[in-house]
Nanobody
Framework: QVQMVESGGGLVQPGGSLRLSCGAS????????MDWYRQAPGKERELVAT???????NYADSVKGRFTISRLDAKNTVYLQMNSLKPEDTAVYYC????????????????WGQGTQVTVSS
């Protein structure tokens, strides 16, 4: 009923920038918080950034001042602008959204993107 499609990953040199996008489509009634997570090889998935429906944001300490999360509700899309990238930012990045569908308006469910690889290397 809901699909989350990510784009924007790739290979970038240290100090470079990338912008990730994640769009939700389908039978969407409303979207609450939207998040970006990442998972590096051999590590657990970690929360990188969150944006609420009201636009409040929160970031992991490791990315504060370098990453910016934003959303465009008219397109059901969340973005992650990543600047001053470091090798330790290398990971698969996943978007997540808490969505209420038309057929299940009483419940918010988590929906995930397919993941996009970000590699920071010279």
């Amino acid at each position: 009923q809901v699909q989350m499609v990510e784009s924007g990953g790739g290979l970038v040199q240290p100090g470079g920038s990338l912008r990730l996008s994640c769009g939700a489509s389908g039978s969407i009634f409303s979207i609450s918080a939207m998040d970006w997570y990442r998972q590096a090889p051999g590590k657990e998935r970690e929360l990188v950034a969150t944006i609420t429906s009201g636009g409040s944001t929160n970031y992991a300490d490791s990315v504060k001042g370098r990453f910016t999360i934003s959303r465009l509700d008219a397109k059901n899309t969340v973005y992650l602008q990543m600047n001053s990238l470091k090798p330790e930012d290398t990971a698969v990045y996943y978007c997540n959204a808490k969505i209420m569908t038309f057929t299940n308006r009483g419940t918010l469910r988590d929906y995930w993107g397919q993941g996009t690889q970000v590699t920071v290397s010279s």
